[in-house]
């Protein structure tokens, strides 16, 4: 077995309000971050010093971003896909260990696929 936990269908459903949170909040970050870097870059190219608020600022972003991103990890959820919001936990159908599949926009689980299917390869449970 690759993974150490493993989800039931029920286990799964009943984290996805926490991952929903977990997972606008990292997006809201990564967004953040990235205009960080992009205007922090033009600064520099420029000559301007940086420090004080905007880089205690962006230390406490991207420390809040790495807490976040492992809630995943220490759970075993994998973030195939940040911004869609794709995820998969790690389960067994049939004896056999799979991915159950879900993406933000979805209501509930409804997918499963092989550890090496993917998305494209997702079943409907």
């Not at 991915?99 to 689980?109: K, V």
Request: with cysteine; aromatic share 12%; charged share 35%.
């Amino acid at each position: 077995m690759r993974f150490e936990k493993h989800y039931t269908l029920e286990e799964a459903r009943q984290l996805l309000p926490d991952v929903r949170q977990w997972l606008n909040r990292l997006n809201q970050l990564r967004e953040k971050i990235a205009l960080y870097d992009e205007q922090s870059g033009a600064m520099l190219r420029s000559g301007d010093d940086l420090g004080g608020n905007r880089v205690n600022q962006w230390i406490s972003d991207f420390s809040e971003f790495k807490a976040l991103m492992r809630e995943f990890e220490s759970r075993e959820i994998q973030i195939k896909d940040m911004e869609r919001g794709l995820l998969d936990f790690p389960s067994i159908i049939g004896g056999k260990e799979v991915f159950l599949c879900w993406e933000q926009d979805d209501e509930d689980i409804e997918f499963w696929h092989d550890l090496e299917g993917g998305f494209t390869g997702r079943a409907r449970l």
